[in-house]
């Protein structure tokens, strides 16, 4: 680092901070460390990398830049729901961003007049290094975002934004499904039914489908459930599946609209359960699983500053996808647990058998 900062003219400081991509230098400087590091054969220490990561998260953080949050809306409609996923995801990045030394701006894409050119000129001109998608209204919405992505380390949250495709961070939606189903067959239901909008599982790239679908081939004929996945999601279409299906217990992902509708048609929890895998804090009576988009808002920071550190812009050519677990909210929508606990992994959601 010392040769390196003599072939440059700079302090041995500048060419440590410029050789992690720090906002503090300018793009001039860090191009010409980084050409003189690779014309020297320089390579980072992996030992050393790991001590000096040690003292640095030991200390208190230093502010070293500013990220983006790019949301898909307005300011207005965020104002008006902050428990929408955008929302908690926020809060969750926000918290994470601080922990590691940067700040977190919310940066509003649906605003009259906006577009990727003129959004990534206030990126630039603010000296954002990396942004977070938040999570997209719904699965394939628009054009691709067009931003010039080589300025940037980016990564998003969920599936439903698609592109470009950068690395994610996901929750683990075929193993919530899978936990959900173990956890029903525990409590001792036998027809289980998949209620949703046929764009809650578009969203999630069918993964809760697919596991539902699998369990069901293994079903006996009598305890199969065809799903209803509709795009007129409705309480007359949904009673009318109810009636013909005729479930013991049924999986949604709208944890407002199918209990109160089952409930105005007297079939309450006592003759027809329901488990939600998308459990919403604004409907905490509904069993279910919380998809923690805090959590996962968190993540997407980490893959964001993980690229910051090893100088990494542009679009991958690997997407990563972080898959994380969701935590089980106990409601008023299901029979009486037995004293066992709900699955807690993976592993024992895929390894659980149907009702016979």
Known sequence: MQQIAVAVGV??????????????????????????????????????????????????????????????LTKDQWARNRLRPEGRCHTGAAERARALGYTLEIFWLAEAG????????????????????????????????????????????????????LHRACHDNYSTMGRALAELARRGYARVGFAAPAEDDERVNHLWLARFLAFQAALPPRHRVAPLLTREWNRESFLRWVRRAKPDVLVTTRSGDAPEWLARARLGPEKIGVLSVFWRREVATCSGFDQNFELLGASAIDLVVAQLQRNERGLPAAPKIMLLPGEWREGATLRRAPVAAVPDSPASAQRSKPVA
């Open 114 to 165: 906006m577009t990727a050119a003129r959004m990534t000129g206030i990126l630039a001109s603010r000296g954002v290094p990396g942004v977070i998608v938040a999570p997209w209204p719904r699965a394939g919405l628009a054009d691709p975002l067009d931003l010039d992505w080589s300025q940037f380390a980016a990564a998003t949250v969920g599936y439903a934004f698609q592109e470009p495709n």
């Open 11 to 72: 302090s041995k400081a500048t060419v440590s901070l410029a050789l992690r991509d720090d906002a503090r230098i300018t793009p001039a400087v860090r191009a010409k460390v980084r050409a003189a590091a690779a014309a020297a054969g320089y390579r980072p220490n992996p030992l050393v990398a790991v001590h000096m990561a040690h003292l640095r998260t030991s200390q208190a953080p230093q502010w070293r830049a500013t990220l983006g949050y790019l949301v898909h």
